[in-house]
C-alpha cells in the first residue's frame, strides 16, 4: 500500500508559476477521476483545494488547477502568492482493500 | 458552519486502547460518510479509515485492520476510532474528514488529536 509519489519540495518566487507531480498507477491515479489536492499549513489541518481531478470548491482561487494525464496528476498555482507557502498533498481512490492512498506531500516555497 | 471536533487524544502506553471522538455540527451528520486520517510527527498523511453515513460499511487502511474500529451515534452527532494494542508507530495527530459526496474528496477537517503512544 505505497503512497504516491510526489516531489519533496517546489519553489517559486510570487507571481511566477508552478506545477506539482503525482504519480501512481493504473490501480489508483490512472484509474479513477477521483484526484484530490489539499493543502496544509504548519500545525493546521488540510484544506481541500481540488477535487475529481480538476474541479475547485467554492473559496479556492482561480490560480490554483488540476490536470491528469495516464498515471500521472497535477497541481498548478499561477501567480504564486506568499500564502501559498505550504505542504500540499495529492489523494486518489485505489482499487484495492485501501481505498484511498495519499501522496508523500510536497513542500511549496515562495522565494 | 461546519465544524469537526476530534477529542480523546493523549499520552497512552504501548499494548493499551484509547477512543477518540469525533464530534459533528452544522450539518446533517446522518447524510455524510466521514474518514479518519492520521499523520504521524513530521510525516504525511495517511487514510485510516471510512464509515458510511449509516454505519452500515466500514473500510480500513491495510495496517490498521483487526486493531482500529470506526463507529457512529448518528443520534449524537458522533464518530468514534476504537484503537487496540498500541504502538509506537500509532504516534500521531488523528484527523476526522467529512467526505465529499460523490467526488470521493474529503471537504472539511476537523483540527486533529494528537496520539502519543510512549512507555
Known amino acids: 500500500q505505497s503512497a504516491l509519489t510526489q516531489p519533496a519540495s517546489v519553489s517559486g518566487s510570487p507571481g511566477q508559476s508552478i506545477t506539482i507531480s503525482c504519480s501512481g498507477t493504473s490501480s489508483d491515479v490512472g484509474g479513477y477521476n477521483y484526484v484530490s489536492w489539499y493543502q496544509q499549513h504548519p500545525g493546521k489541518a488540510p484544506k481541500l483545494m481540488i477535487y475529481e481531478v480538476s474541479n475547485r470548491p467554492s473559496g479556492v482561487p482561480d490560480r490554483f488547477s488540476g490536470s491528469k494525464s495516464g498515471n500521472t496528476a497535477s497541481l498548478t498555482i499561477s501567480g504564486l502568492q506568499p500564502e501559498d507557502e505550504a505542504d500540499y498533498y495529492c489523494?486518489?481512490?485505489?482499487?484495492?482493500?485501501?481505498?484511498?492512498?495519499f501522496g508523500t506531500g510536497t513542500k511549496v516555497s515562495v522565494l | 458552519q461546519v465544524q469537526l471536533v476530534e477529542s480523546g487524544g493523549g499520552v497512552v502506553l504501548p499494548g493499551r486502547s484509547l477512543r477518540l471522538s469525533c464530534t459533528a455540527s452544522?450539518?446533517?451528520?446522518?447524510?455524510?460518510?466521514i474518514h479518519w486520517v492520521r499523520q504521524a510527527p513530521g510525516k504525511g498523511l495517511e487514510w485510516v479509515g471510512v464509515?458510511?453515513?449509516?454505519?452500515?460499511?466500514?473500510y480500513y487502511t491495510d495496517s490498521v485492520k483487526g486493531r482500529f474500529t470506526i463507529s457512529r451515534d448518528n443520534s449524537k452527532d458522533t464518530l468514534y476510532l476504537q484503537i487496540n494494542s498500541l504502538r509506537a508507530e500509532d504516534t500521531a495527530v488523528y484527523y476526522c474528514?467529512?467526505?465529499?459526496?460523490?467526488?470521493?474528496?474529503?471537504?472539511?477537517w476537523g483540527q486533529g488529536t494528537l496520539v502519543t503512544v510512549s512507555s
Open positions: 464509515i458510511w453515513y449509516d454505519g452500515s460499511q466500514k
Open positions: 489523494s486518489s481512490q485505489r482499487g484495492s482493500s485501501t481505498l484511498y492512498v
Open positions: 452544522g450539518f446533517t451528520f446522518s447524510s455524510y460518510d
Open positions: 474528514a467529512r467526505d465529499y459526496p460523490t467526488a470521493r474528496a474529503k471537504d472539511y
